[in-house]
Nanobody, 121 residues
Framework: VQLQASGGGSVQAGDSLSLSCLASGLTFNRSAMGWFRQALGKEREFVAT????????YYVDSVKGRFAISRDNAKNMVYLQMNSLRPEDTAVYYCAAARAVGTRPDHYDFWGQGTLVTVSS
């Protein structure tokens, strides 16, 4: 299984970024997908998750209304649209795959390599 995250970069507060994650080696339309982030010196934190069909999504409170998770099962892709970015959103962002939606890192079976998002004030 490979999960390749991309789209990170350096932006100013208030800007937007869109992260992508390409999955291979798994039955994508039977996998829930999640985005997590880890800031320097902090534990990995749940950001968002989406069910296999895309009909169910969950977000951490700090990103509700600013971030949107989506998926394209025909392309084996999951996305994270991030708007109104804040300096506290600075972290390495990881995509992950699981058998069902969940918010705990240990719920996920496979992880991508991460992509760095830096938000300057």
């Amino acid at each position: 299984v490979q999960l390749q995250a991309s789209g990170g970069g350096s932006v100013q507060a208030g800007d937007s970024l869109s992260l992508s994650c390409l999955a291979s080696g798994l039955t994508f339309n039977r996998s829930a997908m999640g985005w997590f982030r880890q800031a320097l010196g902090k534990e990995r934190e749940f950001v968002a998750t989406i069910s296999e069909s895309g009909r169910t999504t969950y977000y951490v409170d700090s990103v509700k209304g600013r971030f949107a998770i989506s998926r394209d099962n025909a392309k084996n892709m999951v996305y994270l649209q991030m708007n109104s970015l804040r300096p506290e959103d600075t972290a390495v962002y990881y995509c992950a795959a699981a058998r069902a939606v969940g918010t705990r890192p240990d719920h996920y079976d496979f992880w991508g390599q991460g992509t760095l998002v830096t938000v300057s004030s």
